[in-house]
C-alpha cells in the first residue's frame, strides 16, 4: 500500500511538474508570438521638414568692390545728365522722344564675371529690376523707384533672362507712341501695384560708361560715352556737366553724321562700354577724326545753353576747359584734345557765349542760341 500511496505522489509530481512545462511553454508561445506580430498602434504622419537650399558660395571681394564702383559711376552719370535731358528738348532739334523716365536692369545686364555678385550684391535676378529714376520725369512723379520689379507694360509681359533690356525695348517703343501714360505693374515688397507713369519728353540721347581710363568722352549721334578716366579727371558734378552738354550738342547738331565718323564712333563706343574693352583697337585716336573747328564752336555754344537751362552754373567752363587741356594734352594718345580743336581757339567762342548767356539770364528772356 505504501508503495502505491509512494507511486501515485511520484506520479502527481511528475503531472505537476508536466503541467508546469506545459504552461511555461504556452507562455514562451505567446512570447513568441507578440514578438513576431506586434500589435501596430498608427501614429498621425509627421510634417515634411522644409529644407533650405544650400547658401551661394560668397562672392569675391573684389568682385563686389569692382561691381559696387562700377554702378556708383552709372548712377552719378544718370544723376548729373538727367536735367541735361529733362530741360533741353528745344535744343535737341529732333532728338526729344516721350520716355518713361528711367533705367531697368536684370544681373545679366552686366558681363558674365559680375552676375553672381549682382545677384547676391545689388539683389537681381532674371527680372528687369529699376535702378534709376530720372529726376523730375514721369517716373519720379509716379512714385516709382529703385527696386521695383518690373512685371507688364500695358499688360503685356516683360521680357526676362538674358537679354531682356534689348527685349523690353521693343516691347515699351510702340507703347510711348501717341499716349499721354503708360500702365505699368511692378512688385514692390512682394506686392503687385498698378502704376499710370505719366511719360516724360526729353533728349532721347543714353548716357554710357566707357571701361577705360584714358580721358576722353565720344558721341556717335544717339549716345553719349564718358570714359573713366574722364569721370576721374572732373572735379565736381558741374564739370561732368560741362562734357556731357558739350557731346550731346555734338549729337542734337548732327556733326558726327557730317563728319561721316556715325560708325566709327559707334564701334568705338561699342567697344568701350564692355567691361574688358579691346584696348589694342585704341591706339592713337581710334580712328576718330578731329574735330573742325567751326563745328566745335557751335558745339561749345549750345553745350553752355544746355548746361545754363539745366541749372549748372556755366561761369567755370573756360577754367576747366584749360584746365583739361594741360592735364590731357594734344600728344596724350586717345585724350580728348587729340580730337578736339586747341581750347586757345575755343576760349573765345566759350567766353562769348557765357557773356551772352548771362545777359539773357538778367533780363529773363528765354535761354535760347
Aim: with cysteine.
Amino acid at each position: 500500500m505504501q508503495g502505491m500511496r509512494a507511486g501515485r505522489r511520484a506520479r502527481s509530481k511528475t503531472a505537476a511538474m508536466a503541467a508546469r512545462l506545459v504552461a511555461g511553454a504556452a507562455v514562451l508561445g505567446l512570447a513568441a508570438c507578440a514578438t513576431q506580430a506586434p500589435t501596430v498602434t498608427k501614429m498621425p504622419d509627421a510634417a515634411p521638414v522644409a529644407v533650405a537650399p544650400p547658401a551661394p558660395p560668397p562672392v569675391d571681394p573684389a568682385k563686389v568692390a569692382a561691381l559696387n564702383n562700377l554702378v556708383a559711376l552709372q548712377d552719378r552719370l544718370y544723376r548729373v545728365g538727367a536735367p541735361l535731358l529733362v530741360n533741353n528738348t528745344e535744343l535737341c532739334k529732333g532728338n526729344a522722344r516721350n520716355l518713361l523716365g528711367f533705367t531697368a536692369k536684370n544681373k545679366y545686364s552686366y558681363s558674365s564675371e559680375f552676375v553672381d555678385a549682382a545677384a547676391q550684391v545689388l539683389g537681381l535676378n532674371d527680372r528687369l529690376q529699376i535702378m534709376d529714376v530720372l529726376a523730375g520725369g514721369g517716373a519720379a512723379r509716379a512714385g516709382l523707384r529703385r527696386g521695383d520689379v518690373l512685371v507688364a507694360a500695358e499688360d503685356k509681359p516683360m521680357p526676362q533672362g538674358p537679354d531682356a533690356e534689348s527685349k523690353a525695348a521693343s516691347v515699351l517703343a510702340p507703347l510711348v507712341v501717341g499716349k499721354p501714360q503708360v500702365k505699368l505693374t511692378i512688385l514692390r515688397g512682394g506686392n503687385s501695384l498698378a502704376v499710370n507713369v505719366p511719360l516724360t519728353h526729353a533728349c532721347a540721347f543714353g548716357f554710357q560708361l566707357g571701361h577705360a581710363d584714358h580721358v576722353n568722352a565720344y558721341a556717335d549721334g544717339y549716345r553719349v560715352l564718358v570714359t573713366r578716366g574722364m569721370l576721374n579727371a572732373v572735379r565736381s558734378d558741374t564739370e561732368l556737366a560741362y562734357v556731357l552738354a558739350k557731346e550731346m550738342s555734338h549729337n542734337a547738331l548732327g556733326h558726327i553724321q557730317k563728319q561721316r565718323m556715325s560708325a566709327t564712333a559707334d564701334g568705338v563706343i561699342d567697344n568701350l562700354v564692355r567691361i574688358r574693352p579691346d584696348l589694342s583697337s585704341l591706339g592713337g585716336t581710334a580712328g576718330i577724326k578731329m574735330m573742325p573747328q567751326d563745328l566745335e564752336n557751335a558745339a561749345d555754344t549750345l553745350a553752355l545753353y544746355m548746361a545754363a537751362r539745366a541749372g549748372y552754373d556755366i561761369g567755370g567752363a573756360p577754367a576747366f576747359w584749360q584746365r583739361l587741356a594741360t592735364q590731357v594734352p594734344p600728344t596724350v594718345a586717345n585724350g580728348y584734345n587729340a580730337i578736339h580743336p586747341p581750347v586757345a581757339n575755343r576760349l573765345p567762342v566759350i567766353e562769348k557765349a557765357i557773356a551772352e548767356i548771362r545777359r539773357k539770364q538778367a533780363a529773363s528772356k528765354p535761354l535760347l542760341p
